[in-house]
């Protein structure tokens, strides 16, 4: 079990990393002038959107022109959003791998618990074929003694205990 720890300080480091990349990310963006125009437009379009989006949920006009943001303000919001994009996927990436490595164990367990039930089904049907075979010599047993009689039966011991007598003396 301590492999989980493990994987959840990874997890952590990995989710901590991220955030000096996205960072840099966010640098960079700015100075690539195709990148730059690239992250521009993306920042335009969630600007409308998330515009039109606070206009229906506070019922103001959606109708009304939407002003387009200044440049600077454009590279900085899709640097932001393309940073955070980044360490969200990180981390839905690390929560996958997490779900995925529990089922995988979860799977084992599961195969090892029909493994069991199997061999303790597979036990039971030879201790119930065993019990077959001892009651069907017990009937044997008790038709022999009803056919010989009281006699008989007492016969039989004192035969066998006759013999004990004479292995003993040897």
Known sequence: MAVLP????????LKTACK????RLKKEAGYHPKFRNFIISIAQTNHRFTTRIQRRIYSQATDVAIRPLN?????????DLLGELFVFTVA????????QRSSRSEARKEEL?????????TRSEEL????????QKLE???QLARGRGLAG??????????????SKSN
């Open 128 to 135: 119930g074929m065993e019990i077959e075979v001892l009651a």
């Open 6 to 13: 493990l994987v959840k300080l990874g997890t952590l480091a």
């Open 20 to 23: 000096p990349i996205a960072n």
């Open 153 to 166: 039966v007492l016969n039989f011991r004192q035969g066998n205990a006759g013999e004990d007598k004479k």
């Open 71 to 79: 440049e600077e303000k454009a590279v900085q919001a899709a640097a």
């Open 113 to 121: 618990r029909r493994r069991e039930i199997q061999a303790i089904k």
């Open 92 to 99: 839905g990436a690390a929560v996958i791998f997490e779900v």
């Open 140 to 142: 044997e047993l008790e």
